[in-house]
């Protein structure tokens, strides 16, 4: 009875894009991928113990698309008012003593979007920041590391489902799409690529997609058949975007690591800080790699020839001219930005205050109607802009000690732990490409990494692992949990 829950799914995403006039290849693409997640379910949730229940965070829950409010086009007091009232709901939780609480990472994230959104010429986005940060911590010190991973990745789930139930049922387009001109080819088999409503940029929700994609072992907590449901739904909603949407490096990366999350979650913790750590570091050694990823590219394209653009036409290499950009905009920050600048940015949009974004909007100008506003298409090299040095070193170091502060779970890794590992590296390896991690930006994903870095450094009440579901770590060594919840 239980195996019929696949049917909403898989009606979701069937119905959806036969409503949509998609072509036969684009509902392949979805329906293979359910039943690939239906096979890795059959097979994994036999060998699992069930787990202890584990109730939502609300507030996490529902934060991602909180603040997202504004995208779609929510009145500015509503917006506001509903991120508010999730502050007041946080500060309304009582704090537990926890133990191993190690905090350091998470607090330099904060710094590094304070250090920005404080010079925002608007008030919208340091109060973003600061709500979202206190919500995120507030929260996880009072329900612990396990309830507030489970939460932070649910709420993704939710953030997608209100995507796609924007856009295909209620007809909400986002106010991003008005800003791009010229064909958004999509190599899928849609017309078009989908701009969804409660973002404003295109890359931003298949990032998120692929960041609950990684969430796949949440599907294995016998926690209750409705949680079940939404999540099932909620990885329809997923693949909807991710082929809507038509992101490629998402695509492959979601895939990849939550590949690798079911099969040796304990070897994406050990690899998770080089990661984080190649990720900062990737504008820098791009000429070395960029043969590498040209192998990679033409391996994935000959396996599947649906990841090409331009009718295979274009340079791999040069990722979607991603190599002009960051080689252009690099070259003016060493020349032209002055020394004060340079230690301390300029604020949001430093790209365009300091005037880098002149040198290569002529390449972005057939796809953005305002090429001068466009990012540097890497979230740290777009810090560098915004923050500056010390702003840079903020975020750097934010997001390699989050990853370093997961090894000291790989003793007793459970399923909850490995999928926030797993979707803090999809979310460092994405930020090569996009600004889905520069603060100045106020993405979404970047408050998404805010608080799983809260929630893994909330201490003293892990959901360990039970000896039946220890083969799925590879460890045997198996603790008993040290609080209920």
Known sequence: MKNLLWVIPTFIVAATLIVEGNDGELIGYCLVGLLAIFALVTVYRRNLAPSPNQHWAWELLVLPTVLALGNA????????????????????????????????????????????????????????????????????????????????????????????????????????????????????????????????????????????????????????????????????????????????????????????????????????????????????????????????????????????????????????NRDVIWGQSSSYWFVEVPTSSKVLGYGPLGQYLSGASSTYGSTLSGTSAYPEYASVHNSFLQQLFDGGIAGALLLSCGVILTAIGATRLRPHLDLPHASAVGAVLVLAITSITEVTLAPGYGEESYFVLVSLSFALAAGGNTTIMSAAAAPLTGDSKVLEPRHAE
Do not use: H, K, Q
């Not at 010190?141 to 309830?147: D, H, I, K, L, Y």
């Not at 070395?288 to 599947?304: D, E, K, S, Y």
């Open 73 to 320: 086009g929510v009145p500015r007091p509503i917006a506001i008012g509903a991120l508010l009232f999730l502050v007041l709901a946080a500060l309304g939780r009582r704090s537990r003593p926890r133990d191993r609480t190690w905090y350091v990472a998470p607090i330099l994230l904060v710094a590094a979007a304070l250090w920005v959104s404080l010079r925002s010429s608007s008030f919208e986005l340091p109060v973003a920041t600061i709500g979202a940060c206190a919500t995120a911590w507030l929260v996880s010190r009072s329900v612990g590391s396990s309830r507030a991973i489970i939460s932070t990745l649910d709420g993704v789930g939710l953030y997608l489902v209100a995507n796609v139930f924007a856009y295909f049922v209620l007809g909400a387009r986002s106010v991003g799409a008005d800003m791009r001109i010229g064909s958004l080819e999509s190599t899928f088999g849609t017309a078009d690529r989908v701009v969804f409503p409660l973002v404003t940029n295109l890359n931003l929700a298949p990032v998120m997609a692929a960041v609950f994609l990684v969430a796949v072992p949440l599907l294995f907590d016998r926690s209750g058949w409705r949680r079940l449901v939404f999540r099932l739904v909620s990885f329809a909603c997923a693949i909807v975007v991710l082929v809507a949407s038509n992101g490629r490096a998402a695509l492959v990366i979601g895939v990849a690591v939550a590949v690798l999350v079911l099969l040796v979650p304990a070897l994406v913790v050990r690899v998770a800080p080089v990661g984080a750590g190649l990720s900062v570091v990737f504008v820098m050694i791009f000429p070395v790699v960029a043969g590498i990823i040209t192998t990679v590219f033409t391996l994935l394209t000959t396996v599947a020839p649906g990841l090409a653009r331009d009718g295979g036409s274009e340079d791999p290499a040069s990722l979607a």
